[in-house]
């Protein structure tokens, strides 16, 4: 019999991390909790292959800091970010350092176990970054020039108020074209829009590295 797939939960609240494990085990995989990151980061090195879920708010070391932690290590286990304050410069963090998801609580069954296996599909594709970021480019090249540039300065975990104020149009104007980006990259969430983003290759002050984003105004 195969190996059931292994999901590590890191979250401090007890509560959530039964309720999770008994969603997860029903659903055939295995479950390991822990909870701290300091008692996560302790065994992951000899932990079995798996994906983790990392609650985000956690004392003494937070979710950021452990997904940091696993990077600096080069430890590379896709990580999943549960968060119940989802905001944009959050998921910017968590985006940049590789994260295959931000999931907002509470969560369904279903989103869980749809970001899990995308979690699992990035350890198995040979040629997984490369892929996502041939996908990436060719989404988003069907953005605007000014779509791309609220996109560029959302993964820079600017709000829709500095947006305005750096573009010099009205904050309703950023909604208006961060709704229409959303609908062209066909996402339902900035965590799926940004994670585009960042697999198309994107430099630390935001610009992407893409020629795409050189277009002509439309």
């Known amino acids: 019999m195969a190996a059931r797939k292994l999901v590590h939960i890191v ?3 007890h509560a959530i991390r039964r309720s999770t494990s008994f969603m997860l085990q029903t659903a055939g995989y295995a479950v390991r909790t822990w909870p701290t990151g300091a008692a996560f980061l302790k065994e992951v090195r000899q932990a079995p292959e798996g994906c983790v879920l990392l609650d985000i708010r956690m004392p003494d070391m ?3 800091a452990v997904q940091q932690r696993l990077v ?3 430890i590379a286990i896709p990580v999943i970010v549960l ?3 989802a905001d944009v410069s959050i998921a910017v963090q968590a985006m940049k350092a590789g994260a295959v998801d931000l999931l907002e609580k509470p969560f369904g069954k279903a989103a869980l176990i749809a ?3 995308a979690a699992f599909d990035r350890m198995t594709t040979t040629n997984g970054a490369a892929v996502r970021a ?3 480019n060719r989404l988003l090249d069907v953005l605007t020039r000014r779509e ?5 300065r959302l993964a820079r975990g600017l709000q829709n108020k500095a947006i305005a104020r750096d573009l010099g149009i009205s904050p309703r104007t950023v909604e208006v074209h961060r709704a229409n980006l959303m609908i062209k990259l066909d996402v339902r969430s900035l965590s799926e829009a940004l994670r585009l983003v960042f697999a198309a290759g ?3 002050d935001g610009s992407t590295r893409s020629a795409c984003i050189r277009k002509t105004p439309r």
């Open 72 to 74: 600096a290590g080069g």
């Open 148 to 152: 791309r540039e609220v996109l560029d």
């Open 134 to 136: 041939a996908r990436a």
């Open 11 to 13: 979250d401090d609240e």
């Open 62 to 64: 937070d979710g950021i």
């Open 83 to 85: 968060t119940g304050h």
């Open 115 to 117: 970001s899990i296996e």
């Open 202 to 204: 994107i430099s630390a």
